[in-house]
């Protein structure tokens, strides 16, 4: 599978689905499988029981689930939504916006 152009931390907009239009931030990234983790996207709810050695509530919890990554696009800080190229500087190899060809911020 090639490699995924979303990272952890990035800020991307949900196109698809019963969330579109929400956008939110990157827990985790899932290249295996093409997913990923978006904050405040497809709450679901799930039951959890309580352990009796842990001292853990039971109840019902929420928690995000995995969304497909051709169902996002990421969010430059100037354009909106943009898709991504690359540009090599030297050695290192950084991510562009298509529109406006500004470099797109790594979190760290």
Do not use: W
């Not at 949900?14 to 939110?24: A, E, F, M, Q």
């Not at 093409?34 to 039951?47: A, C, D, Q």
């Not at 001292?55 to 996002?72: D, L, Q």
């Not at 943009?82 to 797109?104: D, F, N, P, Q």
């Amino acid at each position: 599978m090639p490699s995924l152009n979303i990272r952890r931390n990035d800020v991307v907009k949900v196109l698809t689905g019963s969330d579109r239009g929400k956008t939110g931030r990157v827990l985790r990234v899932f290249p295996d499988k093409g997913t990923v983790l978006v904050e405040h996207v497809r709450v679901v709810k799930k039951t959890v029981s309580s352990k009796s050695g842990q001292r853990t509530k039971g109840g019902i919890a929420e928690h995000e689930s995995p969304i497909n990554v051709s169902n996002v696009a990421l969010v430059c800080p100037n354009d909106g939504v943009a898709r991504v190229g690359y540009k090599t500087e030297g050695t290192s190899k950084v991510r562009i916006c298509k529109k406006c060809g500004s470099e797109l911020p790594t979190k760290k």
